[in-house]
């Protein structure tokens, strides 16, 4: 059931009961993961690691540095408007070339 779709205050109550429920499941099944977590040893941390690594993409957008992580996301935003900017641009050349070659020709 979409949120948007609640007929009465009955359906809505009912709806957000469930949310409720789940939200207790998954808090109990963290507190179960995170326990679990705490009795691995050093090595199988390492694996462990070693396995969301090699999953993880290699970017500096994942940096444990605030400034790394700035500069990433700056430069793939520059990255972005260069792109949008060059396609505007090309557009617009071509926009005028037919203007221009409208206004020469008539």
Do not use: C
């Amino acid at each position: 059931m979409s949120p948007a779709s609640f007929s009465n205050m009955t359906e809505m109550l009912s709806y957000l009961n469930n949310l409720e429920n789940r939200i207790i499941a998954l808090e109990s099944e963290n507190r179960i993961l995170k326990s679990r977590a705490d009795t691995f040893s050093k090595g199988d941390r390492l694996t462990v690691q070693q396995e969301i690594d090699r999953y993880l993409p290699r970017t500096n957008i994942l940096s444990s540095s605030y400034i790394t992580r700035a500069f990433a996301v700056w430069g793939h935003y520059f990255v972005a408007q260069l792109v949008i900017g060059v396609g505007m641009a090309f557009i617009y050349l071509i926009i005028a070339v037919v203007i221009l070659g409208m206004s020469r020709s008539g």
